[in-house]
């Protein structure tokens, strides 16, 4: 479904990512673990056009390649950025209405998307008139996620759900995106907490210093012990 080739990224003359190569198929949940600076970021703007590269990006078989950001989520692909980034002022409603935009029009449907998402997430239905802002972290986190369903994708790129929360939250942030698996969405995640993202994800790469070291099951890299020492510093 998603097929990035040889991909590079350069900030001015500082090289972030050097010739990844990765794909997601239909239905799969793909990690890439790394840790600070790996390029983690950088990996899923390049992928929604939100910084330029070089190689090939292609989606469904056609290349997305050098699309705005706005094209590339009228694809159906969403990106929920790291750190959350909701709009502290406005409601969680306007922000789930902010998420809808490419449904805009058909106010049934986004009426009920946000049921769905009130279901999913009953906390955000009971603080629907506050501020964004005022939410927790994980309030916050999840907000971000239903914001980005809204547009109704069928693939999601997630940069580091887990940043800040509390293992409890953690842990029903990684359950909604098994959940998620099950209603048959393809999920990109980046994650520094590698043996959470490890025991969600069905393929894992490792990236470090802007280059894939090594992928494969990830059943298979959470029992090889080499892998968790040697890249990512957890015995
Ligand atoms: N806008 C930028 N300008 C210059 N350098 C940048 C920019 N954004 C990122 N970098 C550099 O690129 C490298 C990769 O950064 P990136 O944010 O992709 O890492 P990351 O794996 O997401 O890290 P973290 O786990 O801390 O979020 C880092 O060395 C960073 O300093
Ligand atoms: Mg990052």
Redesign the pocket.
């Known amino acids: 479904m998603l097929e990035v080739k040889n991909l590079s990224v350069n900030?001015?003359h500082?090289s972030?990512?050097r010739g990844i190569n990765l794909h997601v198929a239909k239905g799969e949940v793909v990690a890439v673990v790394?840790?600070?600076?790996?390029?983690?970021?950088?990996?899923l703007?390049a992928i929604t056009g939100l910084?330029k590269s070089r190689g090939q990006v292609s989606y469904d078989g056609q290349s997305i390649s050098g699309l705005s950001a706005h094209h590339i989520v009228r694809k159906g692909i969403s990106h929920v950025p790291?750190g959350r980034q909701v709009f502290g002022d406005q409601t969680v409603e306007d922000n789930l209405l902010l998420g809808a935009f490419t449904i805009r029009g058909d106010r049934k449907k986004v009426k009920e998307l946000m049921e769905k998402e009130y279901e999913r997430f009953p906390r955000l239905k009971e603080r629907r008139d506050q501020a964004a802002g005022t939410l927790s972290g994980g309030e916050q986190q999840m907000l971000a996620l239903s914001r980005a369903l809204m547009s109704e994708p069928e693939f999601l790129l997630l940069?580091?759900p887990s940043?800040g929360l509390s293992p409890l939250y953690v842990k029903h942030i990684f359950d909604t995106l098994i959940q998620l698996k099950q209603e048959g969405k393809t999920i990109l995640v980046?994650e520094?907490l590698a043996m959470a993202a490890l025991s969600i994800s069905d393929r894992a790469y490792v990236?470090q210093s802007?280059e894939v070291k090594t992928h494969g099951a990830s059943e298979e890299m959470l029992e090889n012990d080499e892998i968790i020492k040697t890249y990512l510093g957890i015995a």
């Open positions: 900030y001015g500082a972030a990512l790394g840790r600070n600076g790996a390029g983690k970021t950088t990996l703007k910084v790291q940069d580091e940043m980046v520094q990236l802007g």
